[in-house]
């Protein structure tokens, strides 16, 4: 028997549509490779591989038809198979192709049978992760042909090594386990079919906690001091605030001055609970544009760690999402991108803080 590989480059995207809706539990660790010392630019490859029951003709159809497209899980897709054509798809039966909930990927490169190049053009509304992440990450899955089964092999390139660049590895991971499952089981009625609904395991990571850390190079006390005083935010991100630090107290935190009085940032927020140099917790509100989310409120808990005594490790977790979310159903979508929001933006304060010491420290990937 002759073994002949099929080559298929996909950056984060042909999969970008199925792990945005499959991603699942599960996955390794993403690890920086070694560089000199030096923290490199971008984590491990992704790799995920399976055998499908099919021949390699009949899988590369799956990449390079709308109809085999569909055998990766979207409900709808429709395909300009040409250099600098569209791939757009949606899981949604009921959406309609173009809408925000449309994941689109432009075609780059491509060789019959053997490879094909694309590119994440748009993600659709809510994805939880910024351009400057999936804007550098591209995918290559490699068809070797066995015959009457082909091998399947999905690996994902240029993940940054940055905090949002593992947590996007990480998403991905789970997404593609689930698509090469998914793919399996239509080739192979026998093959056991992924756990959990096509959406189910996706829908949950979207209202996750946030989970983010910072490492500065200052004493536990004064890191701690940056984020529970009203001059400690004022010196890392030059906003005006209000905090009491006593549970009940208020933890206003107000980004916009020129913002009509109750839309200036975290009014009404308070203090939760706190040890003093060590944790945290206060209540928070969403931005005055998520008109449903800004009247309700998450939490927020931060954990101060003495690694030496001018370095700590700063980890901030926002909660509460998820149970929004289950409470408010016919608003999930907007808890979705609330929390998208805050994804973006909690690194870019503890970002902030780092910023103040006199030796910033860079942040973990």
């Not at 390699?56 to 054509?85: H, I, L, N, Y």
């Not at 490169?109 to 910024?130: D, H, N, Q, W």
């Not at 208020?250 to 940032?265: H, I, N, T």
């Not at 907007?334 to 942040?363: D, I």
Request: hydrophobic share 40%; with cysteine.
């Amino acid at each position: 028997m002759v073994v002949r590989a099929a080559c298929v480059v996909v950056v984060a995207g042909v999969l970008a549509s199925a792990a945005w809706a499959q991603g699942t539990a599960g996955g390794a660790p993403a690890q920086a490779p070694a560089h000199s010392g030096e923290q490199a630019a971008e984590l491990d490859p992704q790799v995920t591989e399976g055998v499908v029951h099919a021949a390699a003709a009949e899988v590369w159809k799956v990449f390079s038809t709308a109809d085999g497209f569909k055998k990766m899980g979207p409900a709808q897709c429709d395909m300009d198979f040409r250099v600098g054509g569209l791939i757009r798809t949606h899981y949604n039966p009921k959406g309609v192709l173009g809408d925000e909930g449309t994941i689109q990927n432009q075609i780059i490169a491509y060789e019959p049978g053997r490879m094909v190049a694309i590119r994440i053009s748009t993600p659709p509304k809510g994805f939880p992760f910024g351009e400057e992440t999936w804007g550098k990450v591209w995918t290559v899955i490699t068809l070797t042909d066995l015959g009457n089964r082909t091998h399947v092999r999905i690996s994902g390139q240029g993940y940054p090594n940055t905090e949002e660049g593992a947590k996007m590895r990480d998403f991905f991971e789970k997404g593609n386990r689930w698509v090469v499952q998914y793919l399996q089981k239509q080739f192979d009625a026998g093959a056991p079919a992924p756990s959990g609904s096509a959406h189910a395991a996706t829908q949950a990571d979207a209202v996750a906690p946030i989970d983010v850390t910072q490492v500065v190079a200052l004493p536990r006390a004064e890191a701690f001091a940056l984020l529970s005083s009203s001059d400690g935010w004022k010196r890392a991100l030059e906003v005006n605030t209000n905090i009491e630090l006593t549970p009940g107290g208020k933890f206003e935190v107000l980004f916009s001055m020129d913002a009509p009085e109750g839309q200036r940032g975290s009014e009404g927020c308070t203090v939760l609970s706190y040890v003093d140099n060590e944790m945290l917790s206060f209540t928070w509100n969403a931005p005055p544009t998520f008109a449903h989310a800004r009247e309700k409120h998450t939490w927020v808990v931060i954990t101060f760690e003495e690694l030496a005594p001018a370095s700590t490790r700063i980890r901030l977790r926002h909660l509460g999402f998820d149970k929004q979310a289950a409470s408010n159903p016919e608003h999930r979508a907007e808890w979705e991108q609330v929390r998208a929001y805050f994804m973006n933006a909690w690194p870019k304060v503890l970002g902030a803080v780092n910023a103040q010491t006199a030796a910033p420290v860079k942040s973990p990937g």
